[in-house]
T-cell receptor, first 113, second 108 residues
Framework: EAQVTQNPRYLITVTGKKLTVTCSQNMNHEYMSWYRQDPGLGLRQIYYSMNVEVTDKGDVPEGYKVSRKEKRNFPLILESPSPNQTSLYFC????????????FGPGTRLTVL | AQSVSQHNHHVILSEAASLELGCNYSYGGTVNLFWYVQYPGQHLQLLLKYFSGDPLVKGIKGFEAEFIKSKFSFNLRKPSVQWSDTAEYFCAVNAGRFGAGTRLTVKP
């Protein structure tokens, strides 16, 4: 089944404790992206990747890192999480770049205490 | 800079009522327009999209949207909503830019 998977689905952590949210897609898509969803603000793009080893900042990259060592994986790293990073995070992928339909993962609800 | 505005934050309708959700965008180049839907507890999925051609596009579950270039708009419509349409709806431009979303509640 074609899908985007994220882990963990729920995470409660404390300020400053490094964490990684994994994202994997099995559709051989070149483009992958991370978003955060906050009430009243919709989805805001954090980082995106057009292909392996190619990543770029979205609208809200501060406090986040990403890497794209393999085509299928695009982990989101929070080196020193803070409470303002409490949010719902979505990973997405698409076939022909950022102008194509995106397929979204199930989301990761992160709470930073 | 690209921006997407969705006019309604929360819309409440009764079953069988007609729906129109507004979406306006600001972007000077070629646009690819999308509506995504997020049902309660689920991830976003594509409702419909416009790349080129006929400005009236039809999507899943009876939804349609009209691209009006002169108005920079891409409004979503459905003639008769059902309780199962209760969800949050997001307009997007060129995939990476989303509106704030409109929450639709349909009362049975």
């Amino acid at each position: 089944e074609a899908q985007v998977t994220q882990n963990p689905r729920y995470l409660i952590t404390v300020t400053g404790k490094k964490l990684t949210v994994t994202c994997s897609q099995n559709m051989n898509h070149e483009y992958m992206s991370w978003y955060r969803q906050d009430p009243g603000l919709g989805l805001r793009q954090i980082y995106y990747s057009m292909n392996v080893e190619v990543t770029d900042k979205g609208d809200v990259p501060e406090g986040y890192k990403v890497s794209r060592k393999e085509k299928r994986n695009f982990p989101l790293i929070l080196e020193s999480p803070s409470p303002n990073q409490t949010s719902l995070y979505f990973c997405a992928s698409s076939d022909r770049g950022f102008v194509d339909t995106q397929y979204f993962g199930p989301g990761t609800r992160l709470t930073v205490l | 800079a690209q921006s997407v505005s969705q006019h309604n934050h929360h819309v409440i309708l009764s079953e069988a009522a007609s729906l129109e959700l507004g979406c306006n965008y600001s972007y000077g180049g070629t646009v690819n327009l999308f509506w995504y839907v997020q049902y309660p507890g689920q991830h976003l999925q594509l409702l419909l999209k416009y790349f080129s051609g006929d400005p009236l596009v039809k999507g899943i579950k009876g939804f349609e949207a009209e691209f009006i270039k002169s108005k920079f708009s891409f409004n979503l419509r459905k003639p008769s909503v059902q309780w199962s349409d209760t969800a949050e709806y997001f307009c997007a431009v060129n995939a990476g830019r989303f509106g704030a979303g409109t929450r639709l509640t349909v009362k049975p």
